[in-house]
């Protein structure tokens, strides 16, 4: 039984890795961006798996409702004309240069996690729940400050967003 | 005797189920029926639903326009007026030639139908159709996770405006881009307030606050909150839906059929499916929140069991999907972005502070109890007013230049 | 090697990908994508620790979680504002065509 989640886990993160790898070196954006929605909702049901049942959900709602939209309209509103998705690759040099240095970081990181021992409980499956409840009132009594920044935050942000996106009225011309 | 009936009603499905799965012997056999059971009774039930709100809605609709609708199919020779016009329908989709576009994307043109009707089955997972009646009853957020269910549907419609290659189709998936992403934020907030009451993001659990000694009057529709809500979380369900007076993405005299524009035979009727599927959980959604669930009005209708009074609010809220569809003139662009921006999201939030202010009189009586019925409703109708004067200043009635 | 141990490693992964796609693909809107992921790997870690930890009832790993989710969608907005911005100005999302302050 308990190899079960371990197995789960597996999946998750393969097919999660696999769609995310094909995904980012797709020339055409918009499978890219469809692809890394699915990869969004892998990341989903990994927090599924740790039974962070909220999170899973509220990334779901923000980045397959939310960010995939806005990257979509995005896309469609830069490549009115159709650009030559070949330059948007990158030159040779340059974009093998930045695989060779992810690779490298990736190999650092492994290595840097399979050689530190994780002592405890952590090959224990435990299976911590917590309630959205629980949630609510954590972030009314002890995250309060920050759940305020973050409403301030969202809402500057949204501003900005609408005032850098749009159009400068015509002075000239 | 009326105990006992209403007892074996209620539990009826769950009596057939238990006894289904108790055929097969083995532990996680069962387990897999049982799931598998409750998904076929939603697929038959729901798909019977759509069949039948189809031919209804066109008969409405004829009548609405004073005409009769369609009324001609037979089977074996009896004619119920009309009424096997859905089969009829199948049978022609699946026979009809499925045509894609030699520039599509193929790949996302064939993939855009099946997420649209897969990502609209699974906001039926959560709803709670009965007293004991529901797929996923333990499910901590609910109601989160049926606004992040419906929020990827959004993802097959532009799947399928763009993989089609034709500029009506993508004209039409910007559109309908816009108009969910607008619309998705008036209907998150007004279904705060009943979670606010509540005191849960559990769909059961805010049906079962809306029950009492009171009855009908303890729906969340009958309070100043819960009707302003109500009256939103509809508007903003047609535009989720793409319902007729927001159809813009579909707009048949502007952009032909836009995102479905080249789509035919099988994969036409799965996108049909799709959006009515789409229009009965949100409607069942609002049932939920705002009409009482699965309570009957009063204690002596309680003897009728609980999934039918939840079929039948259902059937009223789709009846009013069609009522709006025959009675309204499809909105401009513009027109739709200011109703959900300015209007409705300010008046959503409004209502946030209106339950607020519900909540915490709660024990207000006498005297006290008519003011804060007073208060709440000023709080609704004085934002209503004043918004509506605001945005329609300077628009005075318009004048018909050639009529 | 530990189910933790699982976890980090597929969060390490993840993270080099989006690396990856921030460092090799030009196009500006798929650098900040690559930025979103790298985010959503920290996010795993988050996740994966509060899982193991010796006290998972006070949820602070979860908590995080949530913020950075917030935070993320708060940097998409304002990322692709900018992204139509530079669109705007140099018909092209091509960041190396973004170098009108370079000497």
């Given at each position: 039984?308990?190899?079960?989640p371990?197995?789960?886990l597996?999946?998750?993160a393969?097919?999660?890795?696999?769609?995310t790898?094909?995904?980012?070196?797709l020339?055409?954006?918009i499978?890219c961006?469809?692809?890394?929605?699915v990869?969004?909702v892998g990341?989903?049901a990994?927090?599924l798996?740790?039974g962070a049942?909220?999170v899973a959900f509220a990334?779901v709602?923000v980045?397959?409702?939310a960010?995939s939209m806005v990257?979509?309209f995005?896309?469609l509103?830069?490549?009115?004309?159709q650009?030559?998705?070949?330059?948007?690759t990158g030159t040779?040099g340059?974009?093998?240069?930045g695989?060779?240095a992810?690779?490298?970081?990736?190999?650092v990181?492994?290595?840097?996690?399979?050689?530190t021992?994780l002592?405890?409980s952590?090959?224990?499956i435990?299976?911590p729940?917590?309630?959205?409840?629980?949630?609510?009132?954590?972030l009314r009594?002890?995250h309060?400050g920050?759940?305020?920044i973050?409403?301030?935050?969202?809402?500057v942000?949204l501003l900005?967003?609408?005032?850098v996106?749009?159009a400068e009225?015509?002075?000239?011309? | 005797?009326?105990a006992?009936s209403?007892?074996i009603?209620?539990?009826?499905?769950?009596t057939?189920r238990?006894w289904?799965?108790s055929?097969v012997?083995?532990?996680?056999?069962q387990?897999?029926?049982?799931?598998?059971i409750?998904?076929v009774a939603?697929?038959t039930?729901f798909?019977?639903?759509f069949?039948?709100?189809?031919v209804?809605?066109?008969k409405?609709?004829?009548r609405?326009?004073?005409r009769?609708g369609p009324?001609?199919v037979?089977?074996?020779?009896i004619r119920?007026?009309?009424?096997?016009q859905?089969?009829?329908?199948?049978?022609?989709a699946?026979?009809k030639?499925?045509?894609?576009?030699a520039a599509?994307?193929?790949?996302?043109?064939f993939l855009?139908?099946?997420?649209?009707?897969?990502f609209?089955?699974?906001?039926?997972a959560v709803?709670?159709?009965?007293?004991h009646?529901s797929?996923?009853?333990?499910?901590d957020?609910?109601l989160?996770?049926?606004?992040a269910?419906g929020?990827a549907?959004?993802l097959?419609i532009f799947?399928a405006?763009?993989s089609?290659n034709?500029k009506?189709?993508l004209?039409?998936s910007m559109?309908?881009?816009a108009q969910?992403i607008?619309?998705e934020?008036?209907l998150?907030?007004?279904a705060?307030p009943a979670?606010?009451m509540a005191g849960?993001?559990?769909?059961?659990g805010?049906v079962?606050?809306q029950g009492?000694?009171l009855?009908?009057?303890?729906?969340n529709?009958?309070?100043?909150?819960g009707?302003?809500?109500?009256?939103?979380?509809?508007?903003a369900?047609l535009a989720?839906?793409?319902?007729c007076p927001?159809d813009?993405?579909e707009?048949?005299s502007?952009i032909i059929?836009?995102?479905?524009?080249?789509y035919?035979g099988?994969?036409?009727?799965?996108?049909?499916?799709?959006e009515?599927?789409?229009?009965?959980s949100?409607?069942?959604l609002?049932v939920?929140?705002?009409l009482?669930?699965w309570?009957?009005p009063?204690a002596a209708?309680?003897?009728?069991?609980?999934y039918l009074?939840?079929y039948?609010k259902?059937i009223v809220?789709?009846l009013?999907?069609i009522?709006?569809?025959?009675?309204l003139l499809r909105l401009r662009?513009d027109?739709l972005?200011?109703?959900?921006?300015k209007?409705?999201v300010?008046l959503a939030?409004?209502n946030?502070?209106?339950?607020?202010f519900?909540?915490?009189t709660?024990d207000?009586e006498?005297?006290?109890?008519?003011a804060?019925?007073?208060?709440?409703?000023?709080?609704?109708?004085?934002?209503?007013i004043?918004l509506?004067?605001?945005l329609?200043?300077g628009?005075g009635?318009?004048?018909y230049r050639?009529? | 090697?530990t189910i933790?141990?699982?976890c980090?490693?597929?969060?390490?992964?993840?993270?080099?990908?989006?690396?990856a796609?921030?460092?090799a693909r030009?196009s500006g809107?798929?650098v900040?994508?690559g930025?979103?992921?790298m985010l959503?790997?920290?996010?795993?870690n988050f996740?994966?620790?509060w899982?193991?930890?010796?006290n998972?009832e006070?949820?602070?790993g979860?908590m995080?979680?949530i913020?950075s989710?917030a935070?993320?969608?708060?940097?998409?907005a304002?990322?692709l504002?900018?992204i139509?911005?530079i669109?705007?100005?140099?018909?092209?999302?091509?960041?190396?065509?973004?170098?009108?302050?370079k000497?």
């Amino acid at each position: 039984m308990t190899t079960f989640p371990i197995i789960t886990l597996l999946i998750i993160a393969v097919i999660t890795l696999g769609i995310t790898a094909v995904a980012l070196f797709l020339k055409n954006i918009i499978h890219c961006s469809i692809l890394l929605a699915v990869s969004w909702v892998g990341i989903a049901a990994f927090y599924l798996w740790a039974g962070a049942e909220f999170v899973a959900f509220a990334q779901v709602l923000v980045y397959v409702g939310a960010v995939s939209m806005v990257v979509l309209f995005a896309v469609l509103l830069t490549q009115r004309k159709q650009l030559d998705l070949e330059k948007l690759t990158g030159t040779v040099g340059f974009r093998e240069l930045g695989k060779l240095a992810a690779a490298m970081v990736a190999t650092v990181l492994v290595i840097a996690i399979a050689t530190t021992p994780l002592t405890g409980s952590f090959d224990a499956i435990n299976e911590p729940v917590i309630t959205v409840r629980d949630i609510g009132i954590q972030l009314r009594d002890n995250h309060i400050g920050a759940l305020l920044i973050v409403g301030v935050l969202l809402t500057v942000a949204l501003l900005g967003a609408v005032v850098v996106a749009s159009a400068e009225p015509k002075t000239e011309e | 005797m009326s105990a006992s009936s209403e007892s074996i009603l209620e539990a009826f499905p769950l009596t057939i189920r238990d006894w289904l799965a108790s055929v097969v012997p083995l532990d996680w056999l069962q387990w897999l029926i049982l799931s598998l059971i409750g998904i076929v009774a939603i697929l038959t039930v729901f798909g019977l639903t759509f069949a039948f709100t189809t031919v209804t809605e066109r008969k409405l609709l004829g009548r609405f326009q004073n005409r009769l609708g369609p009324n001609r199919v037979r089977i074996f020779g009896i004619r119920v007026f009309g009424f096997f016009q859905p089969f009829a329908d199948a049978v022609k989709a699946l026979t009809k030639e499925d045509i894609v576009p030699a520039a599509a994307d193929k790949v996302l043109h064939f993939l855009a139908p099946c997420a649209m009707v897969a990502f609209s089955l699974l906001g039926f997972a959560v709803l709670p159709f009965g007293k004991h009646l529901s797929l996923l009853s333990n499910i901590d957020a609910a109601l989160l996770y049926f606004f992040a269910a419906g929020a990827a549907s959004e993802l097959a419609i532009f799947m399928a405006g763009w993989s089609s290659n034709n500029k009506f189709s993508l004209i039409s998936s910007m559109r309908a881009l816009a108009q969910l992403i607008s619309y998705e934020l008036p209907l998150l907030l007004v279904a705060v307030p009943a979670v606010l009451m509540a005191g849960s993001l559990s769909l059961t659990g805010i049906v079962v606050n809306q029950g009492g000694d009171l009855g009908i009057l303890n729906w969340n529709v009958f309070t100043p909150w819960g009707f302003a809500g109500f009256i939103i979380f509809f508007i903003a369900a047609l535009a989720e839906c793409n319902r007729c007076p927001f159809d813009l993405p579909e707009g048949e005299s502007e952009i032909i059929a836009g995102y479905l524009t080249e789509y035919s035979g099988f994969k036409y009727a799965l996108f049909f499916m799709g959006e009515y599927f789409g229009m009965m959980s949100l409607s069942g959604l609002g049932v939920t929140l705002f009409l009482g669930g699965w309570q009957a009005p009063c204690a002596a209708l309680a003897f009728i069991p609980s999934y039918l009074w939840f079929y039948a609010k259902l059937i009223v809220m789709i009846l009013c999907f069609i009522w709006m569809r025959a009675t309204l003139l499809r909105l401009r662009m513009d027109q739709l972005m200011r109703l959900s921006w300015k209007f409705l999201v300010p008046l959503a939030l409004v209502n946030l502070g209106t339950v607020t202010f519900w909540k915490y009189t709660a024990d207000w009586e006498g005297g006290m109890l008519v003011a804060r019925w007073l208060i709440a409703i000023a709080l609704v109708i004085l934002p209503f007013i004043s918004l509506g004067k605001v945005l329609s200043s300077g628009l005075g009635p318009r004048k018909y230049r050639y009529a | 090697m530990t189910i933790l141990h699982l976890c980090l490693i597929f969060s390490a992964l993840l993270f080099s990908l989006g690396l990856a796609a921030a460092l090799a693909r030009s196009s500006g809107i798929l650098v900040l994508l690559g930025i979103e992921l790298m985010l959503n790997a920290a996010n795993i870690n988050f996740i994966a620790f509060w899982k193991f930890s010796p006290n998972p009832e006070n949820g602070t790993g979860a908590m995080f979680a949530i913020f950075s989710i917030a935070v993320a969608a708060a940097e998409a907005a304002v990322g692709l504002a900018l992204i139509i911005a530079i669109y705007r100005h140099q018909s092209s999302i091509r960041l190396q065509d973004a170098n009108t302050l370079k000497g």
